[in-house]
């Protein structure tokens, strides 16, 4: 009986439980499935796709369609961007709408759930982003999708929304963008042309070649860290398959001496294979192959994007694109002529002489050039979608925005430019950089010395003296070269190395106002020293650092001795990116120590390079004084002295503590360079390169 009772009441139990647990369940499901769906009312007749076009905004500039007020205050500086659920479609009559989400606008949507713009709030969103894929026009029911983006619950006739798309069109007509209807949304679009592309407002983006992408970083870094500094086999290769019949044959007649290869589909189906397009059976690898030409052909097919474009800059193989109208992907911000040729559809049986022309250290520069894009900005879908935001937040807070040097300016450690045995051709010229306070006089002497010297491109003055006006235009000397005041917001040694756009050429001289007694000379044979050694510091005035066994301390050293560890920058070649690296990456406080001290700032300049080069300064000529000889004794100069001498060593103490080194990164050496011909008896005078070259 007991036993009766006991089970009965456990399946009374069992029931109830059932029916509490079934209850809470249903509900569950119920509420979820109202959160992750959406009914779409499906409309799709033959008049839909005649009014396709129509009902997409052409004329939306950021200006007129975007509305920035939606985007908050500027006090974090961020945009905000939502991202609506990966909904369930339903049509009115209960069936599910199935659409396509590749793996690719996965890792999309990943990229922007994980960056500082999401939110998961709509209501503060500056940006939404459908969560459909709509990458692949192909795979795109246009009717199908246009229906269900005006359902979205934010849609408002697209206002504010960012769609994102690589190959837009579909065949025969292939349209160069999205072809939906889609209100104001914008495009961020792989294959505008300059009819389609509504500047200012949609975004060019590149097509991503799924087929290629590099897994992991550590593999695309292999990639990227091929020797640089050599031509290559081949000067072009043409390896994009099934081109136009026309421009094969256009290609395939142009006259070459065996470095241009010309490249199409095997006749197997293997996307790693290319064969020779005349010998068909000379099969290569793509896209290695690539690794051996300097440059790679990107030629429009029935899209306008390629995504060759990606391969060839993955492979540091220079793009020639050849595609009438197209816009280059971010090319609101990348100067793309820094690393790649355009050429006109007409001009292609001509190309081989336009890239002939092109001398070797502009290719390398290219290609340097070109990785830094790659893997900055294109490399992966999580690259390129982060980009766009970066510059969607850029229109949004302008004041914020990057400037044109932070967009195209190479910011990967100045190591791996420097690790390439690069020369300097002669021909680039040099800016003279000099820092002046008031001495006028010798201001001006030190500006008639260099207008004499054949290299010198341009005179950059930086005026740093905020209680004096510069002299007038008309005070200044007349000289036949580019001269160019700038004037600072503040009395700093810094500015001396700032990064200032006017810096055009590669190499800087940087000379103290004072240093009037070199001669043309010296100074074009120390530019020409330099332009061999273009990762060094090359200077006339040195200096040595000692560890002083009595102190404990590193200790400054300025008497003549047979070694050198440093040359001061108050006269001194050296690359213009080092004023980036000390502008924007020297140790933390190491700036702020100089400014404050307003001392040091060479000795820093001296410990930077040294880091990131591993090597010694080059000191030029024999000349060893070179404060002014006739300028008066101002007495007291040996206390002066002694103070000025024990700032020094305490700064090289300092710098060395700031840059986390147990010893100077310093390296001392026991030679010097000098003209070939220089004190030789042999020789006259007048047939020396370098006559005036000062002794002592
Ligand atoms: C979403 O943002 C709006 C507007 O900023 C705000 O009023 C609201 O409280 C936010 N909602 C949540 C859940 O944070
Ligand atoms: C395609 O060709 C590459 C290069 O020859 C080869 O490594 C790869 O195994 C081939 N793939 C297939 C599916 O045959
Ligand atoms: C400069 O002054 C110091 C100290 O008064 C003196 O020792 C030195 O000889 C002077 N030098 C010249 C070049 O006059
Ligand atoms: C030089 O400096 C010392 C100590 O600072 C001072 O006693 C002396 O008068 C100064 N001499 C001159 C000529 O200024
Ligand atoms: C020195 O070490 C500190 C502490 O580990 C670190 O924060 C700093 O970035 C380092 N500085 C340099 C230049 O490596």
Redesign the pocket.
């Known amino acids: 009986m007991v036993t009766t009772n006991i089970l009965y009441l456990i399946l009374f139990s069992v029931v109830i439980i059932y029916f509490v647990s079934s209850y809470f369940f249903k509900n569950y499901l119920k509420s979820n499935a109202e959160e992750s769906s959406l009914i779409v009312h499906v409309v799709v007749n033959e008049d839909e796709s005649t009014k396709s076009k129509e009902d997409t905004d052409k004329s939306c500039t950021f200006h007129t369609c975007f509305d920035v007020y939606r985007c908050g205050t500027s006090d974090n500086r961020l945009i905000k961007v939502y991202i609506y659920k990966d909904y369930k479609y339903y049509a009115k009559d209960g069936s599910q709408i199935k659409l396509f989400t590749s793996k690719q606008f996965k890792r999309l949507i990943h990229a922007l759930e994980n960056s500082p713009y999401y939110t998961n709030n709509a209501s503060e969103a500056c940006l939404l982003v459908p969560q459909i894929d709509l990458l692949n026009q192909e795979y795109v029911d246009s009717n199908l999708i246009a229906s269900v983006l005006e359902h979205l619950p934010f849609w408002n006739k697209g206002a504010n929304h960012l769609l994102f798309n690589m190959l837009p069109g579909k065949y025969p007509d292939f349209f160069t963008s999205l072809e939906i209807r889609r209100g104001m949304a914008l495009v961020a679009g792989g294959g505008f042309s300059t009819w389609s592309y509504r500047k200012t407002y949609d975004i060019s983006i590149p097509v991503f070649n799924f087929h290629t992408a590099r897994a992991t970083d550590d593999e695309l870094h292999n990639d990227l860290l091929m020797e640089s500094s050599e031509r290559r086999r081949w000067l072009l290769t043409s390896s994009q398959v099934h081109l136009h019949r026309d421009y094969m044959e256009v290609l395939n007649g142009v006259q070459h001496g065996g470095r241009f290869l010309l490249l199409d589909a095997c006749s197997g189906v293997n996307y790693s294979k290319r064969c020779d397009y005349n010998d068909g059976r000379v099969e290569y690898v793509y896209p290695d192959v690539l690794k051996y030409s300097d440059f790679c052909l990107v030629v429009r097919s029935n899209r306008l994007g390629q995504m060759e474009l990606l391969d060839c800059l993955m492979h540091g193989s220079i793009p020639v694109v050849v595609a009438d109208s197209y816009v280059l992907p971010f090319s609101e911000v990348l100067e793309w002529k820094r690393a790649l040729i355009t050429l006109d559809e007409a001009d292609l049986p001509s190309i081989l002489n336009h890239l002939k022309a092109i001398n070797r250290h502009k290719v390398i520069q290219m290609r340097v050039q070109g990785m830094f894009y790659y893997k900055k900005y294109l490399k992966s879908m999580e690259e390129i979608a982060l980009t766009t935001f970066h510059i969607l937040n850029d229109r949004v807070f302008p004041q914020w925005a990057r400037t044109y040097e932070m967009w195209n300016e190479i910011q990967v450690p100045i190591k791996n430019l420097f690790t390439l045995p690069l020369t300097v051709p002669k021909t680039s010229g040099f800016t003279a950089v000099i820092l002046t306070y008031d001495r006028v006089g010798s201001l001006f002497e030190v500006i008639q010395l260099l207008a004499k010297v054949d290299s010198l491109l341009k005179i950059v003055v930086v005026w740093n003296n905020q209680v004096k006006s510069p002299p007038p235009a008309s005070a200044w000397p007349k000289v036949n070269k580019l001269l160019k005041v700038i004037r600072t917001k503040r009395n700093i040694l810094s500015n001396r190395f700032y990064p200032y756009p006017d810096i055009e050429t590669e190499a800087v001289l940087s000379l103290d106002d004072d240093i009037n007694m070199l001669t043309a000379d010296e100074i074009q044979f120390a530019y020409e020293v330099w332009c061999e050694y273009p990762d060094r510091i090359v200077g006339f005035a040195s200096r040595l650092h000692n560890w002083d066994a009595r102190t404990k301390m590193w200790k400054y050293e300025s008497e003549w001795t047979s070694s050198i560890s440093m040359v001061l920058t108050g006269a001194a070649f050296y690359h213009k990116y080092y004023h980036q690296v000390y502008t924007h990456n020297l140790?933390?406080g190491m700036k702020e120590w100089v400014d404050a001290q307003m001392n040091c700032e060479d000795i820093a300049f001296n410990f930077m390079v040294a880091v990131i080069t591993k090597k010694p300064v080059i000191k030029v000529t024999p000349r060893q004084k070179f404060k002014c000889p006739q300028c008066q004794n101002t007495s007291n100069l040996s206390n002066e002295l002694d103070a000025h001498m024990f700032k020094r060593s305490e700064c090289i103490n300092k710098f060395t503590k700031?840059?986390?080194l147990t010893e100077p990164p310093l390296i001392t050496i026991e030679y010097r360079s000098d003209p070939v011909l220089y004190k030789s008896n042999q020789v006259p005078n007048e047939f020396l390169k370098f006559k005036d070259v000062g002794a002592l």
Do not use: I, V
């Open positions: 140790p933390a700031m840059y986390n």
